[in-house]
C-alpha cells in the first residue's frame, strides 16, 4: 500500500525558498506518477509539479520556472525544491500518487492517493 509523509514546510519571506520532501513506501520503482499538489482552505485542489518512472517532469505554469521536482529513489524520497517564492504560493502541500498510472502515460492531472500535507506559508 502507498504510503506518503510530508515534511519540510514552513513561514518564509517573499522570494525565499523551501525545499518539501515526501517520504514514499510502497510504490512501484518500475511504474509510478508522484507529485506535490497544494490547497487553499475554501479553494480546490490544485496540481503543482509531478515525475513519473519515465523521468519526465510536469509543472503547472505557477510553478514553471520557479520550483523543481526530484525523486532518490534509493532513499525512497520525493523532493519539490521551490524558489523565489511568492504570497500566493502560501497553501497546504501534498504528496500524491496516481495509483491507477502506466507507463508511459499522462502523469500529474489525476491523484488518488495523498499525504497529510504540510503548511507553506510566504509573507510579502
Known amino acids: 500500500q502507498v504510503q506518503l509523509v510530508e515534511s519540510g514546510g514552513g513561514s518564509v519571506n517573499s522570494g525565499g525558498s523551501l525545499k518539501l520532501s515526501c517520504k514514499a513506501t510502497?510504490?512501484?520503482?518500475?511504474?509510478?506518477?508522484l507529485g506535490w499538489t497544494r490547497q487553499v482552505p475554501g479553494k480546490e485542489r490544485e496540481g503543482v509539479a509531478a515525475?513519473?518512472?519515465?523521468?519526465?517532469?510536469y509543472y503547472k505554469p505557477s510553478a514553471q520556472g520557479r520550483f523543481t521536482i526530484s525523486i532518490d529513489s534509493a532513499k525512497n524520497e520525493l523532493y519539490l525544491q521551490m524558489d523565489s517564492l511568492k504570497p500566493e504560493d502560501t497553501a497546504m502541500y501534498h504528496c500524491a500518487a496516481d495509483l491507477t498510472y502506466y507507463r508511459g502515460g499522462l502523469c500529474g492531472d489525476i491523484y488518488n492517493r495523498w499525504g497529510q500535507g504540510t503548511q507553506v506559508t510566504v509573507s510579502a
Open positions: 510502497g510504490y512501484n520503482l518500475d511504474t509510478y506518477c
Open positions: 515525475i513519473d518512472s519515465l523521468g519526465r517532469t
